[in-house]
């Protein structure tokens, strides 16, 4: 199964979930509540322990590899983020087998495919750029450490902000799936599916990497830029 690893961007951090992280991730999920209307985010220390536990469950099942998410300008914990629907395809790796490959064996090998997920950020990391590079450092290692084919992304068909967060990434529309489950308000809710496929990846990553580059410069974004995120299939970047 996945090893859990330190991904370090310039504004972020994504640190392997831990115990240690109880008390700050409780005072991260303590802000403006409002935004959290469609993320599991806990409420206090003990529902921060009872979060990290769970969350380090799945991780020792193989299901999961949860993350705190840490901003780099103040080392603050921020939220949180995870793989999870950890996928690894029954088969040989290899044709024809050789002794000795595994078989798709999840003890042994990386996923084949996976989900990003379980994502919330404290309203002061929100509108930041953490929620992006964080994205971005773990699709690389999705896609590039892994070797995974595929990437998943979902989001509650109601959670406009996020459907619009993931369509900036470059993500696919898989459609939505009508009353698929009951969301945190009781309600049953649709579901907006997304994916990013291997071969998709090089054009997302330079659709990130420009958005990263434009946020990050003093002035409004470079019309230029614009043109490269049009011509990979991204959306416009606001001045």
Sequence with gaps: MPVPVTLIGRTVRLEPLAEHHAPALAEAGAEDRTTYAFTP??????????????????????????FATVSVADNRVVGSTRFLELDYWQG?????PVPGVPHGD???????????????????????????????????????????????LRADARNLRSRAAIERLGASSEGVRRAHSRGLDGVVR??????????????????????????????????????????????????
């Excluded at 649709?190 to 990130?208: C, G």
């Design 41 to 66: 985010v806990p409420h206090g220390l003990e529902a921060a322990r009872d979060y990290i536990a769970r969350a380090l469950a799945d991780q020792a099942a193989g299901r999961s590899l949860p």
């Design 92 to 96: 040989p790796l290899v044709w024809p």
């Design 106 to 152: 999840p003890v042994l090998a990386v996923p084949d495919a996976a989900e990003i997920g379980n994502t919330w950020l404290s309203p002061r990391a929100q509108g930041t750029g953490i929620n992006t590079e964080a994205k971005l450092l773990m699709l690389r290692h999705a896609f590039e450490t892994w070797g995974v084919q595929r990437i998943s």
């Design 190 to 239: 649709s579901t907006a599916f997304y994916s990013i496929l291997d071969e998709e990846w090089p054009a997302v990553r330079d659709i990130i990497e420009l958005r990263i580059a434009a946020a990050t410069s003093p002035s409004a974004p470079d019309p230029a830029i614009n043109q490269e995120c049009l011509r990979h299939g991204g959306s416009l970047i606001p001045a």
